[in-house]
T-cell receptor, first 109, second 115 residues
């Protein structure tokens, strides 16, 4: 299964864009990149996912490099409520979703 | 929109007792996953079911068992509870049949405290 590497933590100023990087250099051609976040002791919340094209929804944008070995999640206007642990996950074909360490994002006023 | 429903939300049990957690998937979802998250840890995969059959097994203790029923809801049974079983248990569901890149949705979790 493709593994991901994320920075352990990052700070972001409220109202600014937060760019969360993720490396997944061993991703296979048909594996999707998923992003979830977990606010303290709540269920992981789906944010966005993509295969090779950039994706955007009401929560975030996902930029995947052309070689698919890395991606960036962009929160366009971070708010205090975006403080959470963000998980970048490559989903294998068997749909077994495995969590790594994630990035703890702290949005500061 | 309907979400993944877990019950109970909170549960307190004594050591050596038995607990059962329930998960009700989003309509038309055919796959259920169970995760355990201890304090300060990342969620750990326990077990999954696809179309009522066990599809994968993770770090689930032998004291735990689970099944998916004909209506696709799932139950996680935990026996001979230990203090270390105290954790947040998540259920996640997805519709896997017929397409790739479908979204997996999580419930809010069930807090189990063993005293």
């Amino acid at each position: 299964d493709a593994k991901t590497t994320q920075p352990p933590s990052m700070d972001c100023a409220e109202g600014r864009a937060a760019n969360l990087p993720c490396n997944h250099s061993t991703i296979s051609g048909n594996e999707y990149v998923y992003w979830y976040r977990q606010i303290h002791s709540q269920g992981p919340q789906y944010i966005i996912h993509g295969l090779k094209n950039n994706e955007t929804n009401e929560m975030a944008s996902l930029i995947i490099t052309e070689d698919r070995k890395s991606s960036t999640l962009i929160l366009p206007h971070a708010t205090l409520r975006d403080t959470a642990v963000y998980y970048c996950i490559v989903l294998p074909n068997d749909y077994k979703l495995s969590f790594g360490a994630g990035t703890t994002v702290t949005v500061r006023a | 929109a309907a979400g993944v429903i877990q019950s109970p939300r909170h549960l307190i049990k004594e050591k050596r007792e038995t607990a059962t957690l329930k998960c009700y998937p989003i309509p038309r979802h055919d796959t259920v996953y169970w995760y355990q998250q201890g304090p300060g840890q990342d969620p750990q995969f326990l077990i999954s079911f696809y179309e009522k059959m066990q599809s994968d097994k993770g770090s689930i203790p032998d004291r735990f068992s689970a099944q998916q029923f004909s209506d696709y809801h799932s139950e996680l049974n935990m026996s001979s509870l230990e203090l270390g079983d105290s954790a947040l248990y998540f259920c996640a569901t997805a519709r896997v049949t017929g397409a790739s890149g479908n979204t997996i949705y999580f419930g809010e979790g069930s807090w189990l405290t063993v005293v």
